[in-house]
């Protein structure tokens, strides 16, 4: 049990913890809260002993009493202590004032302290709400740019004023996180642009000005319509106003605003305003499918003492029109989800960051650099149990996953107390267990690095909110792990010695019988009863000692339960990831297993072709193919004219012969008809037959030639020659004259 007085007013904690308590929304919550159903109850302010009227007055109440349900189990009632509660009828701007946000903002501007804000609550408990507030309401992040930008005025330089044109440049060289630059309207156009438009800017930028205009030659297209944009910023409230809440300032110095957004998804970190290529659908869709790339938590070269989130786009705002333009842009890749417990939950922890950079000359040589602080709002996913919350796959991966990280965060508040000024052991707080508390907490404590041994620890405020009709055990599991003190007592029930005693006392001062004496029966009872009495107190407090003890134990077995729902949640994740792995690992193998089979047809095909040219070879080998060489039509004229020559004289040698042979008394032999070895090329060659038919035939062959050259018909080749004689077949090398491949 903690000694609830002596921690409450411990103010060394790492964080400032107030609770804020959300009103009924639905006439359903009303009803309930109305019939007196709240199991949350705020304490009266107690007095202090140097307490006087005023301060009563304005005293505010910082405990609260958890009641359980009145169902079967008694269970202990808790006792919580807070820096301060805000009640139900709290306004944003109340919350805004008095959890110290404004001195935050003073620490970044004047104290050259970092600022942390978030928000920690079951789910629909309103962190969102006090974050970011809603349709009609500006939240803290809102109002703090308000602040902020007013405060600043006339101070403030412009990325975009071309003045300056090294602005830019000389930002990123100072800053240390290995982020890139923009300025808001290259920003603001590179999404909502026209695209014709954004064409025109991105070619008359070149080169000129290229180092001005980087995210205009990174993004493909602009991702959402400027129409959208307008309608989301005419709608954004303007209230509660904080015109009254300006911070003075050095007016001689200038300055720049970076506002940088991200967000810690399922334990890795995601930059909010480099769009993914589906806007904040991934989760909502349930695909996941989104492969954004996620960034290192890590030391840089510019920053080797402390941890930060590199690689992130920022952009240099000038006008609080910006800075929420950049904001809206960034909350629309922000993961929501509707869950059981919530329409629109947060399914990720989301950062928005408010870098102001003074301008700093070098005391030497008048160099110019950039050097400031951060103040950071967190808007925390909320706790969740998957029976209320009906989430399944993916979305109950995340609840693990955010359950998980909460829990860790809740092991490090619970810590946070043991951390006093006189206590410079960090590792009090396990705070390197998950993305979040490393985030949240890294900055929390003084630098022991000797380069920047005088940079202040961040100045933080955690608002925890509750629904005093929400689900009992887990905002009571919340409020026990982010109160900064807890009481558990047993309510008491009406004891029945303490009446046996009472009444055995009556017993004894009864008045004495009219007689004056008191019966032996009367005095044996009496003592009996004070026996029986004494029994009675003695089990009642075992009893009594016995509740407490179940009390612990079921407060026990609720964080057992806790960390076993993380460990599901873990579990699941890990299962997803070696789903995926497996899934990748098979693709690759897939991949591998075609390739190699690819490259076993080509070789096998290369074989098949190669076998086909040895065959081939082997058989033009053994044919031995002779080509004529293509005679031209003279020669070939020529060639026929000489035949025609050698054929003539030989018929009139013949026709000489047949006169001095023949007689007219013998009959001619009968003609037989010419024996043609086949084709009818000019290479061809009667073999057989009758001269003077030969001679016929010959003289029809030249006049067809000459017919056929007269009218420049195609001349075919000559017949080759086989093994020197005139082979009438023609024999060509070429395969496919070869007939099919088998063949051969
Ligand atoms: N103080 C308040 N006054 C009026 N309405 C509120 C208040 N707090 C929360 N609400 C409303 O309650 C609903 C749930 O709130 P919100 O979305 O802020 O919850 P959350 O804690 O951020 O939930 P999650 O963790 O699931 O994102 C919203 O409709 C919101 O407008």
């Given at each position: 049990m903690t000694s609830l007085t002596k921690q409450s007013s411990n103010?060394?904690?790492l964080f400032q913890v107030y609770l804020r308590l959300r009103p009924p929304i639905t006439k359903e919550e009303a009803a309930h809260a109305h019939r007196g159903e709240r199991y949350l109850t705020v304490e009266p302010p107690e007095p202090t002993e140097d307490d006087n009227a005023s301060k009563t007055q304005s005293r505010r109440p910082t405990h609260i009493t958890l009641q359980p349900p009145n169902d079967s189990r008694k269970r202990a009632v808790e006792k919580f202590a807070f820096t301060r509660v805000f009640e139900e009828d709290s306004k944003q701007l109340e919350v805004f004032e008095n959890t110290g946000v404004p001195s935050l903002i003073q620490g970044v501007l004047k104290e050259g302290r970092d600022g942390l804000v978030a928000t920690l609550g079951?789910?629909?408990?309103?962190k969102s709400h006090t974050i970011l507030g809603s349709k009609h309401q500006r939240g803290i992040t809102q109002m703090s740019l308000d602040v902020l930008f007013r405060s600043l005025g006339n101070t403030i330089r412009s990325a975009?004023?071309?003045?300056?044109?090294t602005l830019l440049a000389s930002l990123s060289a100072a800053d240390s996180s290995e982020a890139q630059l923009f300025s808001a309207r290259n920003f603001i156009h590179s999404i909502y642009g026209d695209p014709s438009e954004r064409g025109r800017a991105s070619r008359a930028q070149t080169p000129m000005s290229r180092g001005q205009t980087p995210l205009l030659e990174s993004?493909?297209?602009?991702?959402?319509?400027r129409r959208y944009l307008n309608q989301r910023l005419n709608a954004l409230p303007s209230v509660?106003?904080?015109?009254?809440?300006t911070i003075p300032i050095d007016t001689q110095a200038e300055y720049v605003v970076v506002v940088s957004m991200y967000e810690v998804y399922n334990d890795r970190i995601f930059d909010?305003?480099?769009?993914?290529?589906?806007?904040?659908t991934a989760s909502r869709q349930g695909n996941g499918k989104e492969k954004r790339r996620p960034l290192l938590f890590k030391s840089t070269e510019g920053s080797p003492d402390r941890k930060i989130v590199a690689g992130l786009r920022k952009v240099v705002c000038s006008t609080y029109e910006e800075a929420m333009t950049v904001l809206e842009t960034g909350l629309t890749e922000r993961r929501i989800a509707g869950t059981g417990s919530n329409?629109?939950?947060?399914r990720s922890h989301g950062f928005f960051c408010l870098e102001v950079k003074k301008k700093v000359r070098g005391r030497r040589y008048g160099e110019i650099s950039w050097a400031g602080n951060t103040l950071t709002v967190v808007d925390l996913a909320g706790s969740e149990r998957a029976r209320n919350a009906r989430t399944a796959g993916a979305t109950l991966a995340e609840a693990g996953k955010i359950n998980e990280s909460l829990m860790y965060l809740g092991q490090c508040l619970q810590m946070?107390?043991?951390?006093?000024?006189?206590?410079?052991?960090?590792?009090?707080?396990?705070?390197?267990?998950?993305k979040l508390t490393e985030l949240l907490f890294s900055n929390s404590f003084p630098s022991s690095h000797s380069a920047s041994h005088n940079r202040y620890p961040q100045k933080a405020v955690m608002i925890v909110t509750a629904d005093p009709l929400g689900d009992f055990n887990a905002t009571s599991q919340i409020l026990r792990y982010s109160a900064l003190a807890r009481e558990v007592t047993v309510p008491r029930i009406p004891s029945v010695s303490s009446t046996i005693l009472s009444s055995s006392a009556s017993t004894q001062s009864r008045p004495q019988t009219s007689n004056g004496r008191n019966t032996p029966y009367a005095a044996a009872s009496t003592e009996d009863l004070q026996e029986a009495a004494r029994e009675i107190v003695r089990i009642t407090d075992d009893y009594e000692a016995l509740i407490v003890r179940l009390a612990e134990e079921e407060i026990a077995r609720q964080e057992a339960e806790l960390k076993l729902q993380a460990a599901e949640g873990r579990c699941l994740m890990i299962e997803q990831e070696i789903r995926e792995e497996c899934c990748a690992e098979m693709d690759e193998k897939m991949e591998e297993e075609r390739k190699r089979w690819q490259e076993a047809m080509d070789r096998q095909a290369g074989h098949h072709e190669e076998h086909l040219d040895n065959k081939l070879e082997i058989a033009s080998r053994g044919i031995k193919i002779y080509e004529d060489p293509e005679p031209t039509a003279d020669e070939r004229v020529d060639e026929l004219e000489r035949e025609n020559e050698y054929l003539r004289s030989k018929l009139a040698a013949l026709e000489r012969q047949l006169n001095t042979q023949t007689s007219p008394t013998r009959k001619p032999k009968p003609r037989a008809a010419p024996v043609r070895s086949?084709?009818?090329?000019?290479?061809?060659?009667?073999?057989?037959?009758d001269s003077s038919s030969d001679l016929e035939n010959m003289f029809q062959r030249v006049t067809a030639f000459k017919v056929a050259e007269t009218y420049k018909s195609p001349v075919k080749p000559k017949a080759a020659l086989v093994n020197g004689a005139r082979n009438p077949r023609r024999v060509t090398s070429r395969k496919k004259d070869l007939g099919p491949e088998d063949d051969i």
């Open positions: 103010q060394t904690s079951v789910t629909g408990s309103g975009d004023n071309f003045e300056d044109p993004t493909s297209a602009p991702l959402l319509s509660p106003h904080v015109s009254h809440l909010l305003l480099s769009p993914s290529p589906v806007s904040g329409n629109a939950s947060s946070q107390s043991d951390f006093s000024e006189g206590n410079k052991n960090k590792t009090v707080v396990p705070y390197r267990q998950c086949g084709g009818t090329g000019f290479g061809q060659r009667l073999v057989s037959g």
